[in-house]
């Protein structure tokens, strides 16, 4: 496992009954499909049970947002994973939705990729810090408003 990365649970969300279809591959290299919200829900679950991830990764149907414009739309909740012996808990560590994003997507199986602790680690990237101009040292010769002549 890369470095820096705990193993998650996730828990998709995704509305059966949005509007709307996208268009991506199940799994990189493969041929696009029309989906719908529900196809692509039947089309997680299957590609969950296919790569046995059944234990970290659990399914709503519900609003996953979005719902002003046709999606499909998904949403990720990651939580740890629990140790054995112990019941889950359920505060999440950190989120994220497809929300009008998947057509962006290179493939349907990217969405539990991405999110997986155990997935390949994206390289990340490193954006400078915008630099703050120095303030400029006082000299003696410039009189302060505040100061009596």
Not at 72 to 81: A, G, K, Q, R
Not at 83 to 88: A, D
């Amino acid at each position: 496992m890369p470095q820096g990365r705990a193993e998650r649970r996730l828990v998709l969300t995704v509305c059966p009954r949005e509007p709307g279809v996208v268009t991506l591959p199940l799994e990189r290299g493969g041929r696009a499909e029309r989906m719908s919200a529900a196809i692509i829900l039947a089309r997680l679950r299957a590609l969950v049970a296919a790569r046995g991830l059944g234990e970290r990764i659990r399914f709503y149907e519900g609003c996953a947002g979005g719902c002003t414009s046709a999606g499909p739309n998904v949403s990720v909740e990651l939580f740890p994973v629990t140790p054995p012996g112990e019941r889950p808990d359920h505060v999440a560590i950190g989120w994220r939705t497809y929300v009008y994003s998947l057509p962006a997507l290179t493939c349907l199986a990217a969405v539990i990729d991405e999110n997986l602790g155990a997935a390949r680690a994206r390289p990340r990237r490193v954006v400078p810090r915008a630099r703050r101009p120095r303030p400029r040292a006082w000299s003696a010769s410039r009189r302060s408003p505040w100061r009596r002549a």
